[in-house]
C-alpha cells in the first residue's frame, strides 16, 4: 500500500498550488481520502476530504472556498487545489486514506489506515 503526495512548495500570498496524492496497492473506492495539515508547533489537523464511493467532500471552515478536493478514480489520484494561499495555510501537507465514507475522515486521523509522505507548502507574505 502505498500513498505519495507532492505538489507542494513556496508560493507568495494569494498564489495557487495543486498538490495531489497517488494511491496504489489497495481497493480505492472503498477508502475516503483525507488531505491534513501539520503547522509547526501545532497538531495535524484535517483540511479537506472526499468520499471516492460518492464524490462527497468535506473542507474544514478556514479553507472552505478557498480549496478544492477531487479525484480521478481511473488513476487513483486525488487532487487538492489551493487557491487564495494565506501565510496560515503553510505547512507539511499528507494524504491519507481511510476505510468507509467521508465521515471516517472527521472520526480523527487514528482512524486513518494509510498515510503518505508529506509535501511542504510554504507561503510567503
Known amino acids: 500500500v502505498q500513498l505519495q503526495a507532492s505538489g507542494g512548495g513556496l508560493v507568495q500570498a494569494g498564489g495557487s498550488l495543486r498538490l495531489s496524492c497517488a494511491a496504489s496497492?489497495?481497493?480505492?473506492?472503498?477508502?475516503?481520502i483525507g488531505w491534513f495539515r501539520q503547522a509547526p508547533g501545532k497538531e495535524r489537523q484535517l483540511i479537506s476530504c472526499?468520499?471516492?464511493?460518492?464524490?462527497?467532500?468535506y473542507y474544514t471552515d478556514s479553507v472552505e472556498g478557498r480549496f478544492a478536493i477531487s479525484y480521478d478514480n481511473g488513476k487513483n489520484m486525488v487532487y487538492l487545489q489551493t487557491n487564495s494561499l494565506k501565510p496560515e495555510d503553510a505547512g507539511t501537507y499528507y494524504c491519507?486514506?481511510?476505510?468507509?465514507?467521508?465521515?471516517?475522515?472527521?472520526?480523527?486521523?487514528?482512524?486513518?489506515?494509510?498515510w503518505g509522505k508529506g509535501t511542504q507548502v510554504t507561503v510567503s507574505s
Open positions: 491519507a486514506a481511510g476505510m468507509g465514507n467521508i465521515n471516517i475522515c472527521n472520526y480523527g486521523e487514528h482512524f486513518m489506515d494509510y
Open positions: 496497492g489497495f481497493t480505492y473506492r472503498e477508502y475516503a
Open positions: 472526499i468520499g471516492t464511493d460518492t464524490g462527497n467532500s
